[in-house]
């Protein structure tokens, strides 16, 4: 069965201190992986798409590492406004369907 | 650009009372699909659909009804609302296919409250 683990749950920092959140995943033929950052009260928001296995993209403060069992995105030297809760999803074979963890929590503070 | 943009926001059902919350997109995606989002259980797929005419139910579609006569609109009824039925409701959209850009874009949500 298709299944995606986000760790951990929820994840305090402090600002300047760098860390890491975890996507572990099982699926039939990945078609891609995606990150996306959640706001409370809001829609979640496009970060990256992964294709292979070693492929890592970035944005800012964000890097998006991708092997194939697991997905991490690293945070360097986060600031407030970097606190949200980060979700990963997958797709596979030839479907569109998206397959969500549960998410991880971020709280950084000054 | 407006993207994908869901009403209303928030809105209060009796149980047993019928209701449509509306999707909308322009962006010529042809994949469309509802999500419910509930604590600790993440986005579960609802009911989808591949384009104008097709739909398909998705993880949890009992209670729920969806039409696509356009490409833009992707409405979700529920027929008769049920407690269980409190949650965020999240439309999605993107293209589908072999599209290589294939990201779904998020509405603001739907906060349904059935009481």
């Known amino acids: 069965e298709d299944q995606v683990t986000q760790s951990p749950e929820a994840l305090r920092l402090q600002e300047g201190e760098s860390s890491s959140l975890n996507c572990s995943y099982t699926?039939?033929?990945?078609?891609?992986l995606f990150w996306y950052r959640q706001d409370p009260g809001k829609g979640p928001e496009f970060l990256f798409t992964l294709y292979s296995a070693g492929e890592e993209k970035e944005k800012e403060r964000l890097k998006a590492t991708l092997t194939k069992k697991e997905s991490f995105l690293h945070i360097t030297a986060p600031k407030p406004e970097d606190s949200a809760t980060y979700l990963c999803?997958?797709?596979?074979?030839?479907?569109?369907?998206?397959?969500f963890g549960t998410g991880t929590r971020l709280q950084v503070f000054p | 650009n407006a993207g994908v943009t869901q009403t209303p926001k928030f809105q209060v059902l009796k149980t047993g009372q019928s209701m449509t919350l509306q999707c909308a997109q322009d962006m010529n995606h042809e994949y469309m699909s509802w999500y419910r989002q509930d604590p600790g259980m993440g986005l579960r797929l609802i009911h989808y659909?591949?384009?104008?005419?097709?739909?398909d139910q998705g993880e949890v579609p009992n209670g729920y009804n969806v039409s696509r006569s356009t490409t833009e609109d992707f409405p979700l009824r529920l027929l008769s609302a049920a407690p269980s039925q409190t949650s965020v409701y999240f439309c999605a959209s993107s293209y589908g296919g072999g599209a290589r850009n294939t990201e779904a874009f998020f509405g603001q949500g739907t906060r349904l409250t059935v009481v």
């Open positions: 999803a997958v797709k596979r074979g030839n479907t569109d369907k998206l397959i």
């Open positions: 699926v039939s033929g990945l078609r891609g």
């Open positions: 659909s591949v384009g104008a005419g097709i739909t």
